[in-house]
Each structure stands twice: as structure tokens, then as C-alpha cells.
């Protein structure tokens, strides 16, 4: 009988004493024990946290997928993130070359932004690899550059014979039918690369963040690209969208009942852009210019702007939606990368810079990222979209990609010479992983030691492909640090009262 006594006096000491220490532990680390899940917020008197009206809802499964949120920030933050974020650093990935100076194509010029921290500083033609200012776009190795000379000469020679016995019309419209065989895959409206103001830009050098850049301008691009290319009638108005008309309290219910009675196919067209739109804003309020004293700049996250953008009570709700439709952005373009993995698992591809210690190691850490997404289980599945009747399937993606298109069109609209630049960047890049998710019975088919015919990947797309989703990754990455500035915002409100 004493002993049994004792051994429940000792369970209870021992709960004492555990349950003491795990108390101290939340006290320490200023963790409070976990509430009673609800599934509503509770009202009365009580406030709602900061960190709770901004990110308390990003939670759970996404809409048109089975992945969760949590799973996602796992998997980016600690896996993914890191590396991602050092191969983007790599020559290869850094050195983008585009054309900022073309006219915008659907209104007169608004003319450029006069802010210096708009201005976008090219790349000197002497701090180019030597590889990568060769002017062979589509190779990638050494070899392949040998052999696509050699093939680009013999090309040449067969159309010199055939272009002598033909007229001068003849031979536009031969080069008419080339470039538009060479579109039918493309997403985007791609920059001429031999273009005279075509120039390379050190992304590294040019990162994106708050120019300052906003306003009626900058509104009249993304209205442009909602209004007229989401596949919306332009009776149904955008939540907050501050260039429709008043409708006094109206909260987006009819605009999402809209959203919610359209096909998968176009449904994602929005969720796709939303997102992007989403992860850009969380870039300018994570590299925000905080001060401008003594001759230099301090950027740095501003939780107010941010707060501005996502917090649902300020936003009647839109915050958890937009940011949600970044994690759908994100699994897409993940998607895109597990699938075109193959392409670049070949020998022939090697990312040519002319350094070969440096191109060895861009391509294995571009191996580790593949075997990282690779092993991510809950892939969104992209072949529920264009999967009806073979005609309407055809015309609907023939519609999504000509829609995706005019929005690349659009990027030259942008007054914002570091905007225009990061938005056609990632853009090009959602275009390219379009162009790879519907594309897979080429990729299945590649040579696996010779150049591609069937799918083709210039340099471009690849620099913009893996910028853009390292965009993505980043806005995950920073809504975690957004997360804990939000806590401790609310720390020093409690400990100040």
C-alpha cells in the first residue's frame, strides 16, 4: 500500500515540477500556451492582435490544390530559400539583358520617373563573362557552342542558295513564318536581345524594392492588366480598385461570386496575377527606404506599409486572399521547375559562362535545388487545366497565353525604369514556366546528347525563370520576418501598458 502511495505521490511531483518548467519556458521565450482553436474571431471589447489581422487567416489549404500554407513554409524557408538565394547570385543567374527602352505600345508615353532610385544602372560591357556576351542565347555548353556554330553556318549556306532564286517579299515573308513558328510557344512578348538598346543589367546591383514609384501611373498599369486581360467583364469591379467608380460599402462579393463561376483555367489566369502582384508589394515593404540622412540610404521592412497592404481590416478582408494566391503562384512555378528538371539534367547543359570552375558549380547547385523540389510531395497538378473537349481546350489556351502575353506588352508601360525592369523580369519568368508546364511531352522526348529541337530554353527565359521564382521564394521568406515584427510590435505595446 506505501509503495503505491508513493509512486503517485512521485507522478504528481514530477507533473509539478514538469508542468513548472514548461510555464517558465513560454515566460522565457514570451510564448503564450496555444488557445482553443475557434473558428471565428471572437467579439466584444477584446482588440485583435497586429500580428493576427494581417496573418492569423494565412493558414490551411489552398483553393484549387491540395498543399497547405504551413507545408510550404517549411519546405521554402529551410530547404529551398537558401539555396535558391545563392544561385541566383552565381554569373549566370546575375546578368539579365533586356531592352528598357521600349515605347509603351497602348497609350502615350507618361514619360519616365525622375526619382533617382527609379533609375536602373546597365552593366558595363568589360564586367560581362565572356560566355555570356558570346551571343549564342539558346547554348549552354562549350560543346554545344561548336556545334551550334557549325550548324548556324551550314543553315546559313542552304538558305543563302534558296534565298538567291527569291524575291525580296518572299523571303519577309519566310522570315514572317519563322518568328511566328518561333511565338506559338512563347507566353511573352520577348525582348530582341540584338537590339541596339538592348543592355545587360546586374540584378545583384538593381535589386527590387520601394522606388517611390506610385500613384495614377502605376495604377493605370495594373488596371490595364486586371481590367483588360483577366478575362473579366467590365461590369464586375475589382475589390479597392482605386480607379473604378464609388460603390460605397461594396465588399467583392460580387466579383468573387464572379471569380467563383468561371472555368479552373481562368480562374488561375487571376490567381496567377494577383499573386505576383502580391509578392511584389511584399518586396517594397521589405526593402522600403527608411532613411534618407548624411549622404546615405538605409532600406529596411516597413511593418505600417505593410500592414497597408495585406491587414484585412484594412483591406475589407482582400490581405489573406492576395497572399494566398502568392502560395498558388508559388506552386506553380515550383511545378513548372520539377518538371523541366530533365532539360537541364542533361551533360550538353552546363549554364556557358567561359569560367569552367564557376559553371561546374552553378550546375550542381542547380542539381540541389532540382533533388530539393523534387522530394516536395503536394505539387500542384496541372493537367486538370486545358483537359475538356480537344477544340475549346485548344482555343481556351490559345486565349490564356495570348492574354499573358499582352500583360508582358504592357511591362513597357511601367514609368519606373527599376520596375519596368523586375516586372518584365518576372513576368517573362511566369511566362516561361507556362511555356514548360505545357510542354511536357517535348521535354520527355529530349536527346540526351545533343541540342534540343523539340523545347528549346533561350538564356533569357532561364535567367528570368529562376530569378522570378527566387522572387517568389523571397516573399515568403520576408512574410516569416514580417511575422515576427508583428509579435514583437505587439510585445512592446503590452509591456508599455
Not at 486581360?229 to 466579383?255: H, M
Request: aromatic fraction near 12%; charge should be negative; glycine fraction near 6%.
Amino acid at each position: 500500500m506505501w509503495r503505491a502511495a508513493l509512486r503517485a505521490f512521485a507522478v504528481l511531483l514530477l507533473a509539478w515540477f514538469f508542468g513548472n518548467f514548461v510555464w517558465g519556458w513560454f515566460q522565457r521565450n514570451n510564448i503564450e500556451p496555444p488557445a482553443p482553436q475557434s473558428d471565428h474571431l471572437s467579439g466584444g471589447s477584446e482588440s485583435v492582435r497586429p500580428e493576427q489581422s494581417c496573418l492569423c487567416h494565412l493558414t490551411g489549404v489552398l483553393d484549387d490544390c491540395f498543399c497547405d500554407v504551413e507545408s510550404i513554409d517549411v519546405f521554402n524557408n529551410f530547404k529551398l530559400y537558401p539555396r535558391v538565394r545563392k544561385l541566383t547570385e552565381r554569373d549566370y543567374f546575375r546578368y539579365y539583358r533586356v531592352n528598357l527602352k521600349r515605347p509603351c505600345p497602348f497609350w502615350p508615353d507618361d514619360g519616365h520617373c525622375s526619382i533617382k532610385d527609379c533609375h536602373v544602372e546597365p552593366c558595363p560591357e568589360s564586367k560581362i563573362p565572356v560566355g555570356i556576351k558570346s551571343g549564342n542565347y539558346n547554348k549552354y555548353s562549350q560543346a554545344a557552342n561548336i556545334i551550334a556554330d557549325m550548324s548556324d553556318c551550314e543553315q546559313a549556306q542552304e538558305l543563302g542558295a534558296i534565298n538567291s532564286t527569291l524575291s525580296n517579299q518572299s523571303k519577309e515573308a519566310f522570315a514572317d513564318w519563322a518568328r511566328h513558328d518561333d511565338a506559338q510557344d512563347h507566353f511573352c512578348e520577348l525582348d530582341d536581345e540584338t537590339s541596339p538598346d538592348a543592355e545587360y543589367v546586374d540584378l545583384l546591383l538593381n535589386p527590387e524594392r520601394f522606388t517611390g514609384y506610385k500613384g495614377p501611373s502605376a495604377w493605370r498599369v495594373w488596371n490595364s492588366i486586371y481590367e483588360e486581360n483577366c478575362f473579366k467583364p467590365r461590369s464586375v469591379y475589382r475589390p479597392l480598385n482605386p480607379l473604378a467608380p464609388s460603390r460605397g460599402d461594396d465588399d467583392g462579393e460580387g466579383f468573387y461570386k464572379w471569380l467563383e463561376g468561371l472555368c479552373l483555367e481562368k480562374r488561375v489566369f487571376y490567381r496567377l496575377i494577383s499573386g505576383l502582384h502580391s509578392s511584389i508589394n511584399i518586396h517594397l515593404c521589405a526593402q522600403y527606404l527608411l532613411d534618407e540622412g548624411w549622404g546615405r540610404s538605409v532600406w529596411g521592412s516597413n511593418v505600417r506599409e505593410f500592414r497597408q497592404r495585406f491587414d484585412n481590416a484594412e483591406t475589407k478582408g482582400e490581405g489573406t486572399r492576395r497572399l494566398k494566391n502568392l502560395y498558388f503562384l508559388y506552386l506553380i512555378e515550383l511545378r513548372a521547375l520539377y518538371k523541366v528538371a530533365p532539360y537541364f539534367e542533361r551533360a550538353i547543359v552546363n549554364l556557358y559562362t567561359g569560367n569552367a570552375q564557376e559553371d561546374g558549380d552553378t550546375k550542381e547547385l542547380l542539381l540541389q535545388v532540382f533533388n530539393e523540389i523534387k522530394a516536395f510531395p503536394m505539387h500542384f497538378d496541372e493537367k486538370s487545366m486545358f483537359a475538356g473537349h480537344k477544340i475549346e481546350a485548344k482555343t481556351l489556351k490559345e486565349e490564356f497565353r495570348l492574354h499573358f502575353k499582352n500583360i508582358s506588352r504592357i511591362m513597357d508601360c511601367v514609368g519606373c525604369s527599376k520596375c519596368r525592369l523586375w516586372g518584365k523580369l518576372q513576368i517573362q519568368g511566369l511566362g516561361t514556366a507556362l511555356k514548360i508546364l505545357f510542354s511536357e511531352k517535348e521535354i520527355k522526348n529530349l536527346a540526351e546528347h545533343s541540342p534540343s529541337k523539340g523545347f528549346q530554353l533561350t538564356r533569357q527565359e532561364i535567367v528570368a525563370l529562376m530569378n522570378a521564382f527566387g522572387r517568389l521564394s523571397t516573399s515568403i521568406h520576408q512574410l516569416h520576418n514580417f511575422r515576427q515584427l508583428l509579435q514583437e510590435e505587439r510585445r512592446l505595446d503590452e509591456s508599455s501598458k
